[in-house]
């Protein structure tokens, strides 16, 4: 996935679920950590093909993303209370990344158990219309969950 729909994808998600701008702000810039991490592909052939081997592993490995929430969840206990939202916005950023890696379960594979062994489904290819297409119904879904009434939209499909 692009990462403006890895971006605007975990914004509507987390945006729904949290109602909050400054959290949702923090899973935005945490929705391309796990990218950001691997550094940019490097141009040259050999070395390219290196960077590529060591794509989504240990960068998009959900192990380390949730100790992380776990160690930033103790440190919250830890901060005196004018900084105490800081671990918030970090467990956050972490949330946005950990659905970077759900997002990218669905268009690639990447590590569940082993950071060596990946598993996805792949629904649509990265950049393709597919993938717009996505990001598009997971916003009217989010905006239904936000705005809609789940009775009207299951009479209207005579469920
Ligand atoms: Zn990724």
Not at 106 to 132: A, N, Q, T
Request: positive net charge; glycine residues 6%.
């Amino acid at each position: 996935m692009k990462w403006i729909n890895h971006q605007i994808v975990t914004g509507f998600i987390v945006s729904t679920a949290t109602d909050d701008a400054l959290i949702t702000a923090s899973s935005i810039v945490g929705a391309v950590l796990p990218d950001r991490v691997e550094g940019s592909p490097p141009k040259e052939n050999k070395a390219y093909w290196k960077w590529r081997k060591s794509h989504r592993t240990w960068s998009h490995y959900p192990p380390i993303y949730f100790a992380l929430i776990i160690a930033a969840q103790f440190a919250k206990n830890l901060v005196p209370s004018p900084y105490s939202l800081i671990p918030t916005l970090i467990t956050y950023a972490l949330i946005g990344a950990l659905l970077h890696i759900a997002e990218d379960g669905i268009c690639g594979k990447v590590p569940i158990l082993f950071p060596s062994k990946k598993y996805g489904i792949k629904l649509f290819k990265v950049g393709s219309r597919s993938e717009y297409f996505f990001a598009v119904l997971i916003i009217l879904i989010c905006l239904f969950i936000r705005f809609g009434d789940i009775n009207l939209l299951l009479n209207h499909l005579n469920i």
